[in-house]
């Protein structure tokens, strides 16, 4: 990523009020990805216990948002779907690891691995459409 990119997506961060109540950390910023980590709290845990998948959804659309939004016109998110394949439990850290799979035109395609330690938990995909509007930040 250019330093540009580097620059808009940690004023994306900075600017994203779900993700700081969330209590999602943006870790790192590398060439061709970006790292988020939540930490589970109590008010993420379900009727059952565990984190719900809701919060585990929104982490990685906004892991998709944030990378996605690098570039100075403004996308927006078109389709998403997530599979879960592990559970989540309180005061465990999740990492989401977002990367860009395909670009054409103003579309693209993004995928996010969700992971507790060394364990793949969910495997979101998500595509955007570029805007000729200008990204805010």
């Given at each position: 990523m250019s330093p540009e990119e580097i620059a808009r997506i940690r004023a994306l961060y900075a600017s994203d009020e779900l993700a700081q109540a969330l209590g999602v950390s943006l870790v790192a910023l590398s060439e061709r990805s970006l790292t988020l980590e939540l930490t589970v709290r109590a008010d993420h845990v379900g009727y059952h216990g565990r984190c719900h998948g809701g919060v585990l959804f929104t982490l990685a659309d906004i892991a998709m948002s944030?990378?996605?939004?690098?570039?100075a016109d403004l996308a927006y998110a078109t389709h998403a779907a997530i599979d879960f394949v592990g559970g989540v439990d309180l005061g465990d850290t999740?990492?989401?690891?977002a990367g860009e799979s395909v670009r054409s035109g103003r579309s693209a395609i993004f995928d996010v691995t969700l992971t507790v330690g060394d364990e793949v938990i969910g495997v979101f995909r998500g595509n955007t459409l570029s805007t000729r509007s200008k990204n805010p930040s």
């Open positions: 944030y990378i996605g939004n690098r570039f999740v990492t989401a690891v």
